[in-house]
């Protein structure tokens, strides 16, 4: 289904590509009600505290940089948000003088709804204008057909509690603090992989604003080319408004077990041997290994996430090797709801993890194999970093083994995902405190040494990476597949030919 605007925008799209001119006269001029933004929508400029709060990042290294901020209120005012800068290049009927302006001040722009990306792509993006999706944040559960409609304003910790309440649950990621929408575009890896799969292969139906100001529905019936391109490479092809997903019943009354432990480094081998040994995972059961520096004990730590669905009894007969890896230094075990497995398990480290204006510098890698030597050697190498470089002692090694039963179910070729036989998502996350420390250049050296090593004994042959996790100096064919490119590159030439989305590890229009 394809619903378009008038070409009356044109309009309103001389505010937008005006900015540079405006944004150093009158700042008025873009709230002027002939411009017909929604009485709630907001338009605002740096120094303000309404452009903080629309442009405000979780991760601060290498960010993008804006003139203006448009937070729309409506789905029409997204429309004209993304319509205004690029109605020169669609053949849209307006006057010369109003063509002129758009080429003249056209500004690039960037869509954001949880504003929690790592990639140093988006950096690339200066000057320019957010289209901030915030107030788009409603939550609409259909209790008899089991989905749940959201805006791309909506976290994932806002999802918990009325699905929960409602019978539900569904696939998230680990954390928090990012937009379910963002997250479903690349993807959505998270521990019900084994169980139920991508975030992604949950939705059900989207709708779309793409480059030329056309809205419209996707879905498996409509506009289905394009529904495949954006479960795996979404952020290239527009903005989507609204998002629907089929829901789960809660899977055994939605009971999980936790359990944290914290190993001596002399067992680290024994561990990484037994987590090996224990691939594929069974379907309920996830690990999450940290390496981690401990500044109250002034050491490097190895830490262990196990969680499984279901009661105690179970997850700890699954847990049973590494279990026997006794003693620890530190032990929990917990039952949690659903609704509390990003904040209560880890440690409890959520609610650190999603502070913002933090530096995350991340290198990300996928795992077929689990290379015990490789882990052991990884460790021992942010050890000594860790030694050396006192400034970056809250970088990690985080590695996330999940089980992929159900989303290898799910036929490649049916979204443009393309690494369903990933068994381990890792990352190399260097942090340190302040912009422009010197240990940035020993942090990146470490970080592209640590993702070549664990490449090279991956299963893959080569490196490939998450979308979601990737750092931005990687091949296209590391992030996207070389097997799904050529289909990709077919539809941006298509759908965004101009590449107005292009901020975040942007596709060619033709490949190779």
């Not at 400029?45 to 629309?54: C, K, Y």
């Not at 200066?126 to 559960?141: E, F, P, R, W, Y």
């Not at 059900?204 to 080319?225: F, M, P, Q, W, Y």
């Not at 890792?426 to 912009?435: H, K, N, P």
Request: proline letters at 5%.
């Amino acid at each position: 289904m394809r619903v378009s605007r008038s070409s009356g925008l044109a309009l309103l799209c001389l505010v937008r590509n005006s900015i540079a001119a405006a944004v150093q006269s009158n700042a008025s001029t873009f709230d002027a009600a002939s411009y017909q933004w929604s009485p709630l929508t907001a338009v605002s400029f740096e120094g303000s505290p309404t452009f903080f709060n629309a442009t405000e990042r979780w991760d601060i290294y290498t960010p993008p940089t804006y003139s203006v901020a448009i937070s729309p209120a409506t789905e029409d005012d997204v429309v004209t948000a993304v319509m205004c800068p690029t109605i020169h290049s669609f053949g849209l009927q307006t006057n010369k003088t109003q063509v002129k302006a758009a080429q003249q001040h056209g500004l690039p722009l960037l869509a954001t709804g949880g504003r929690h990306g790592y990639s140093n792509t988006l950096g690339q993006m200066q000057g320019g204008v957010a289209i901030d999706l915030s107030k788009l944040n409603t939550i609409s559960i259909n209790k008899e057909a089991a989905t749940v409609t959201v805006g791309p304003g909506v976290h994932l910790g806002e999802i918990y509690d009325p699905l929960y309440n409602a019978g539900f649950q569904i696939q998230t990621g680990t954390a928090t603090c990012p937009g379910m929408v963002g997250v479903t575009l690349g993807g959505g890896i998270g521990r019900l992989n084994g169980l139920q799969g991508l975030v992604l292969d949950a939705l059900v139906s989207a709708r779309i604003v793409i480059a030329d100001g056309t809205l419209l529905e996707l879905s498996e019936t409509s506009n289905s080319d394009l529904f495949w391109a954006v479960r795996g490479a979404g952020q290239n092809f527009g903005v989507v408004t609204s998002a629907t997903y089929q829901l789960h019943p809660l899977y055994k009354g939605g009971v999980w077990t936790s359990v944290d432990l914290s190993f001596p480094l002399e067992k680290n081998v024994s561990y990484f041997e037994t987590v090996s040994s224990m691939m594929p995972l069974p379907a309920d059961l996830t690990i999450q290994t940290m390496v981690i520096y401990n500044t109250t004990a002034n050491q490097t730590e190895l830490l262990a996430s196990l969680v499984y669905a279901g009661p105690e009894e179970e997850g700890l007969k699954a847990m049973a090797p590494i279990l026997d890896l006794a003693p620890f230094l530190f032990k929990n075990v917990s039952t949690l709801a659903w609704t509390q497995l990003s904040a209560g398990s880890m440690f409890q480290i959520g609610g650190q993890i999603c502070v913002k204006q933090q530096i995350f510098d991340i290198y990300g890698f996928n795992l077929k194999t689990f290379d015990a030597t490789t882990m052991s050697s990884s460790l021992q190498k942010m050890a000594n970093f860790y030694d050396t470089q006192p400034a970056a002692r809250a970088s990690a090694i985080v590695l996330e083994s999940w089980p992929n039963q159900a989303t290898a179910a799910v036929p490649d070729d049916n979204t443009a995902y393309p690494w369903r036989d990933a068994t381990t998502y890792g990352m190399v996350e260097m942090r340190w405190s302040t912009v422009g420390d010197p240990v940035e250049k020993t942090a990146n050296e470490l970080g592209r040494e640590l993702r070549s090593d664990w490449a090279k004994t991956s299963g893959y042959g080569d490196l490939t990476v998450y979308v979601n996790y990737a750092w931005g100096d990687e091949s296209l064919e590391s992030i996207y597949g070389a097997s799904k490119l050529p289909r990709l590159a077919k539809l941006k030439a298509q759908y965004d030919p101009n590449n107005v989305f292009s901020f975040y590890h942007a596709l060619p229009t033709s490949y190779p």
